[in-house]
């Protein structure tokens, strides 16, 4: 593969999509689609309006609602999703993967920052979570599977990275923004902008370059980006099938064995 040269910045146009979201009862405006769309307090109906209250209807859930940003891209890739307080941070990775549409093939780990721009590989294994290894490479971690969200996300604005793939750096900040009531199932996808890039194209910097590739007919390295992205420009969402990842992670309805 030929060579990397300095990358260009991402040319791909946002594309937001979102179900409609909740709002408290004085932003229920039923129209508002961009970025920051207020989605605090899902107890609005899908179309913006809150239902009457029914004997009947299944008691709200608590939920956490957050921002999974993915760093150093523009235009920004970012997903909200609603999800359980106590989900332990290893099932937290397979909301992520789903809702980022990774592939789920290369090694993570999650640290909490004690101040914002701290390097996440500078922060001390007391701060950080994954799985167990037994090659003895490095400090031992905290357990992902043992630990809660709630233990360590425990207030809107607490923040926590999460990083994907160790070769191609993929860095995800992840933002409590609210504590909230739904009556989503959870995990649930609310909001998307950008599709991810390709997995193992060389992080950021590589992404950059490949989708200024893919862009520009001219350029060397065109037909190789052709068939890295294919016919999809870079940052191309599809954010049903995203939504259909995470719903596959809810629990299935219990049956009763009743006759």
């Not at 980006?225 to 420009?233: L, V």
Request: hydrophobic share 35%; charged share 25%.
């Amino acid at each position: 593969m030929p060579r990397r040269k300095t990358p260009t910045p991402t040319t791909g146009t946002a594309d937001t999509a979102d179900t409609p979201t909740t709002a408290r009862p004085e932003d229920q405006t039923g129209t508002s689609r961009g970025a920051d769309a207020p989605a605090s307090v899902p107890t609005a109906s899908a179309h913006g309006t809150t239902p009457p209250a029914s004997p009947t209807a299944p008691p709200l859930a608590l939920a956490y609602l957050l921002r999974i940003e993915l760093a150093h891209l523009k235009p920004t890739v970012y997903r909200d999703v609603l999800v359980a307080p106590d989900v332990t941070l290893r099932r937290l990775h397979t909301i992520i993967q789903a809702a980022m549409g990774w592939d789920n093939a290369h090694l993570y780990f999650f640290a909490l920052p004690a101040r914002t721009g701290e390097n996440v590989w500078r922060i001390p294994s007391i701060r950080r979570w994954e799985p167990p290894n037994d090659d003895g490479w490095g400090e031992r971690a905290n357990n992902d599977a043992r630990t809660r969200l709630d233990q360590v996300l425990r207030a809107p604005r607490d923040r926590l990275l999460y990083l994907y793939d160790f070769g191609d750096e993929w860095l995800h900040r992840i933002t409590l923004r609210d504590v909230v009531r739904t009556s989503h199932p959870l995990p649930y996808l609310l909001k998307a902008q950008q599709g991810c890039p390709p997995e193992d194209c060389g992080g950021p910097p590589g992404a950059a370059y490949w989708a200024a590739a893919w862009y520009d007919p001219q350029h060397e390295d065109h037909a190789l980006a052709r068939e890295m992205f294919g016919d999809e420009e870079p940052g191309t969402l599809h954010f049903e099938a995203l939504q259909r990842a995470v719903a596959r992670l809810q629990p299935r309805p219990k049956t009763s064995n009743k006759k």
